[in-house]
């Protein structure tokens, strides 16, 4: 297993470590389009049909992009979520590192946009036209309902994160054709298309308001009990993401977050697995609310019994 998702799937009476809303939508419950969904997601992001390749998720279309660009080096901002450089690494492709803005020329660049674990949006046009750029945008529609493509870029999103459907999701490229027509081959070869859970598109787009509304009302509450319990750390918060982070100089995140969870069996997640230390991540994205209170109450005690 990912080190990451093995820390995340511990059993804990309070999981603050997950990153995305939680699922609370069946389809019953809402509106169906018709259309096939390639035709939906080319409509939505202004491109041709020829430019969408379906996939089972977001990490699948992060995979098979490296595969079919076979780069030998990628730039990866640092903090980000650390799925990109061990693909890469389990690939054989070299990983370097860089700032939060990934300043080079002529590389192949590939980050999470917005920022996992920090949540800050980046306009990308000018490193998309100095580079080709892989971009996980799965955090998107918390900040911005307006999409973003380029020629030289390979955008990867999914219905998970945001959407809210129950147990399912089902993920997209979008990309220039001649970055598309090389990834639908790679993805032919390795593994079958999404047919089931396709229709989740065909959900996802024909009720966006409402589910925007929905998802962000529930960030909305977790937010303000955050900032309202909160006493001994710096939050780092954009708005509006369903994570937000706790921040102490010189804090070992590790140490930290292995002690609460051994004693208070609360699971906030260490900065360390994002290759950064000096604080926490924790999920905004509960439907119980009463979840995180007790979280922050007990990460309270838990500070006054030990200090930092």
Partial sequence: MVELFDWEEQEAEINLSWSSVEGYLNLDMLEYDERDPIDILAEWYGV???????????????????????????????????????????????????????????????????NNPTGKYLELDEVAEKNIVVVDEIFRPYVTDEPWVHENAVVICSTSKFFGFKDRKVGWIIAGRRFAKRIKHIRDLVTPTPISDAILVKYAYRNYDYIRRRTLEIVGRNREILYRLNKYFEIGYSPHMPIALLLKDGLDSMGFAEKLYREKDVLLNPLRYWGVDGGLRISLGKLDTGLLEEGMRRINEFIEEHGF
């Fill in 48 to 114: 041709d049909p020829e430019n969408v390749v379906l996939v089972h998720g977001a990490q699948e279309g992060t995979f098979l992009s490296l595969l079919a660009l076979k780069p030998e080096v990628i730039h990866v901002p640092r903090p980000n979520y650390p799925l990109i450089w061990e693909q890469a690494m389990e690939l054989g492709i070299r990983v370097e590192y860089t700032g939060l803005y990934p300043d080079v020329e002529d590389s192949v660049v590939v980050l999470a946009n917005p």
